[in-house]
């Protein structure tokens, strides 16, 4: 099937910066064929006018909890980075939540990223039965990881590895959804004896691993005790690092460790709401960067982010660097868009198919309406400042993935969201009902 795409301004975010207005894509099997400042002579097919719309990749989220929306709200005025924080509001819950749950959470997450202009993410959790239904449902991309927590017992490990492995056999053929390993941190609550098994499952299923890294120092200061060496050294001699990993907040990664990593496939998730309203920290964003590190954008859970916007995640990003620094800009524009397109792609490994518009890259993108307010004057503001600093994702109007419209003219073409939302309200005094009992 074939579909001709016209907005009045395209904006590519290929390492040309192709900006083009107004601009055509051409768009068969899912796949990008052409683009193009005036139509294609010969086109027989749909031909969609977009209007005054930007047209631009769709935005790539690396980490993710999303049956955590059930929660929002619940963590206020704690720290999900401290065991107290995370013990008494989170685990409290999720002892007593159940699998009917997860559904209607992992629809009403997947809505909000698709309203806001995600259009891949990596998410991390258990329950993967009931999650991986629900996000085919939504139409969405997306690398989900088993979320493995073992601390060292022997049983939990043989039960958590054996449901892993299971979630990625199941996934091994579906088109839009990779599986990952998702310990949920190396060292801190994934024994060495878990990590060797969890390398050989990796290499099996040819994944990686999305983990949570130096969010406080602990596993530096297990092994620097225990092996005399940092954590990501650690890694190193464990061979862990040969695999892709996506490591989430990345806030007291040593600076030794730099040009290991620029080396590796390793990406840097900063999510930047979440270390702020953790109040745990800030990642060195920019010295990372400096070293060759990948970095990729996140939202977190939105326990306490609270949103999936990550048009918001940009801007804070930007600003929290300024003001870190005391330099404006001290991370442009420029590469604050590539942190939450391509460089999201390249975690995933996923840089050849999605991550900017070009020719031979599936049709994953978003439309943005250009008679919203932020814009003006656009002769004054360049559009990456725009996208960065004065717009939000509300004003995202038309999603798609690998060619199929998940929102039009913002309208869900996937989801009920009314159903999933009134599906959530209803879990959600059933968690109060259970907490309380
Ligand atoms: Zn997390």
């Not at 040309?16 to 894509?25: N, V």
């Not at 695999?243 to 806030?251: D, F, G």
């Not at 995933?348 to 049709?363: C, F, M």
């Not at 717009?391 to 989801?415: C, P, Y």
């Amino acid at each position: 099937m074939k579909i001709l795409l016209k907005a009045a301004q395209v904006v590519c975010l290929d390492a040309q910066d192709t900006i083009l207005e107004p601009g055509y894509l051409l768009i068969e099997d899912g796949r990008i064929q052409s683009i193009t400042s005036s139509p294609p002579d010969d086109f027989a097919g749909t031909a969609v006018d977009l209007g005054n719309k930007l047209l631009m990749p769709g935005l790539v989220n690396t980490h993710t909890h999303t049956p955590m929306v059930l929660f929002r709200g619940l963590a206020e005025g704690h720290s999900l980075f401290n065991f107290e924080g995370w013990y008494n509001t989170i685990r409290v819950v999720e002892e007593v939540m159940t699998p009917e749950m997860i559904p209607a959470a992992v629809l009403v997450s997947c809505a909000e990223m698709i309203r806001t202009g995600t259009t891949t993410f990596a998410d991390q959790y258990f329950w993967m039965e009931q999650i991986v239904p629900a996000v085919q449902q939504s139409g969405m991309r997306a690398a989900l990881g088993y979320g493995v927590v073992e601390l060292g017992e022997e049983e939990a490990r043989q039960r958590e590895l054996d449901a892993a492995t299971q979630f990625l056999q199941s996934v091994a053929h579906d088109p839009l959804i990779e599986g990952w390993v998702g310990p949920h941190a190396f060292f801190v609550d994934n024994s060495e004896a878990a990590m060797a098994i969890e390398l050989d499952l990796a290499i099996e299923f040819d994944t990686g691993f999305h983990i949570h890294l130096s969010t406080s120092g602990e596993e530096d200061r297990y092994c620097r005790e225990k092996y005399d060496r940092t954590a990501i050294q650690q890694l190193h001699k464990m061979n862990m690092l040969q695999r892709p990993i996506m490591a989430a907040h990345c806030l007291t990664l040593p600076p030794e460790d730099y040009p290991l990593l620029a080396d590796v496939p390793f990406t840097a998730v900063i999510n930047p709401s979440s270390a702020m309203r953790n109040a745990a920290g800030v990642a060195d964003a920019c010295g990372m960067l400096a070293a060759g590190i990948n970095l990729a954008l996140g939202t977190d859970n939105v326990t306490n982010n609270n949103s999936y916007d990550m048009f918001k995640e940009m801007q804070i990003v930007g600003k929290l660097m300024a003001l870190h620094h005391r330099t404006p800009n001290a991370l442009p524009t420029r590469t604050i868009l590539h942190m939450a397109t391509l460089g999201g792609a390249q975690a995933l490994g996923l840089a050849d198919g999605i991550g900017s518009l070009e020719v031979g890259k599936q049709a994953d993108l978003i439309a943005l309406d250009l008679d919203e307010i932020g814009w003006t004057p656009c002769n004054g503001q360049d559009v990456y400042t725009a996208l960065v600093y004065a717009i939000s994702g509300m004003h995202v109007r038309d999603v798609m993935v690998a060619g199929e419209w998940l929102l039009r003219d913002g309208r869900f073409q996937t989801i009920n969201y009314q159903q999933a939302r009134q599906d959530l309200e209803n879990s959600y005094r059933n968690l109060s009902v259970l907490r309380s009992a």
